[in-house]
């Protein structure tokens, strides 16, 4: 983490703990997306919900979208029908859930949304992805499981070693791909949660190129391998 706050953001810190800012990017380092795991995702993202009513069409890229209506998922709760988003989720089977959840939330505002069934990594092409089976017996399981997907194939089994895993090939997108064939103008908030990938996923983002996002919030949590 120290790394990439040396590298991607700015040395002058934020007046919220651990937030770095550097001209309008404001990149929150989070532990997890779960709400009471600290003030500082807390607290931004209370921030984040107060100015997105004054913005009108502001664009929320989210990396690893899971299902969306989970607990931890901020952006499914402040999306509303003026929100441009992108939801990027890599596993078939939650990409179906996630995109049936917020035809139910915004029925309107669905064939506005865009949805990637791919994996966001630092390059083009085609990964090994790790994932809960759909076999298992999801409702005997923490609710958190299916949100374990990794390119690690040890990443799963260290948080439930009986879990039930399957290995899929899945495509894989880039940051820079997606700004470009959308062909974005704005980004006002960029959220990572992709399971110690964050890192490559950020790093590989050009921005002397590329728009830069108005604010950032990242996993930390599995960058060093550890969970």
Known sequence: ITNLLAEFCPRKKYEKPYAYNINHIICIPTTSSYYDEGAILN??????????????????????????????????????????LILIEPVPFLFERLKRNYKMKLPNHFHNIIFINKAVADFIGEIEFNIPSANNDFKNLPYWVTQLGSTNANHLKKHLPDLVVETIKVETTTINEIVKNYQLKDIYLLKTDAEGMDYRILMNYDFSKHIKPMQILFEHNHMDGTF
């Open 43 to 84: 607290n931004n993202i209370n921030d984040i919900k107060s100015h997105l009513n004054h913005i009108p069409n502001k664009t929320i890229i989210q990396i690893g979208s899971h299902v969306g209506n989970t607990i931890n998922d901020p952006i499914f709760e402040m999306a509303d029908e003026n929100t441009n």
